[in-house]
């Protein structure tokens, strides 16, 4: 299994709280990526990262930052959470090289924003 | 807009028989089509994968067929069994390392 986990695994928090997700790599992987899985929607890209500080934004990035000071280590903050952000949220990472596009994606964190 | 769309949301399959989930897309753009695998509560599983100059990958009981001039993959799992019951989903490179996922599939292989 690729090295890679996320924490918090759950989380509850209130409207307007800002609320930090991690994602840790063990992998030395070059990309690194936050989703959300929502009904209907499957997974949609937040935000992605192709190095230590580049970012980039992806579908659904209103609402969303994400920093990346290490190789390791890719946080996606919600500035102000809002319900409609209430999700599970996944980081992946990949190498990116050659033909080696394979995502591995991490356990996930179940968000609830009441 | 949905740039790969999985117009099935759930397939049920005899043991033993074929399961076909079916993908389509709309960007010419890209280049590199995966399949994952997901259980609940778990993380996406890569399962397999094409490159868009080939039409064809096969991995065991997986293959994927690609058909470029209909935007359209496929992937076959031959014999199912009831461990291949999860959710699927399809996904589509595009330069820069960005990939769009599909809706996903839910597949239950009954014994």
């Known amino acids: 299994d690729a090295g890679i986990t996320q924490s918090p695994r759950h989380k509850v928090t209130e409207t307007g709280t800002p609320v930090t997700l991690r994602c840790h790599q063990t992998?030395?992987?070059?990309?690194m990526y936050w989703y959300r899985q929502d009904p209907g929607h499957g997974l949609r890209l937040i935000h992605y990262?192709?190095?230590?500080?580049?970012?980039d934004k992806g579908e659904v990035s209103d609402g969303y930052s994400v920093s990346r000071s290490k190789t390791e280590d890719f946080l996606l903050t919600l500035e102000s959470a809002t319900s409609s952000q209430t999700s599970v949220y996944f980081c992946?990472?990949?190498?990116?090289?050659?033909?080696?596009?394979?995502?591995?994606f991490g356990p996930g964190t179940r968000l609830t924003v009441t | 807009d949905q740039q790969v769309k999985q117009n099935s949301p759930s397939l049920s399959v005899q043991e033993g028989r074929i399961s076909i989930l079916n993908c389509d897309y709309t960007n010419s753009m890209f280049d590199y089509f995966l399949w994952y695998k997901k259980y609940p509560a778990e993380g996406p599983t890569f399962l397999i994968s094409?490159?868009?100059?080939?039409d064809k990958n096969e991995d065991g009981r997986f293959t994927v067929f690609l058909n470029k001039s209909a935007k359209h993959l496929s992937l076959h799992i031959v014999p199912s069994q009831p461990g291949d019951s999860a959710v699927y989903f399809c996904?589509?490179?595009?330069?820069?390392?960005?990939?769009?996922f599909g809706t996903g599939t839910s597949l239950t292989v009954i014994p």
């Open positions: 990262s192709y190095g230590v500080k580049d970012t």
């Open positions: 992946a990472i990949s190498a990116g090289s050659g033909t080696d596009y394979e995502q591995y």
């Open positions: 992998e030395n992987h070059r990309y």
């Open positions: 094409i490159s868009s100059i080939k």
């Open positions: 996904a589509a490179r595009r330069a820069g390392n960005q990939f769009y």
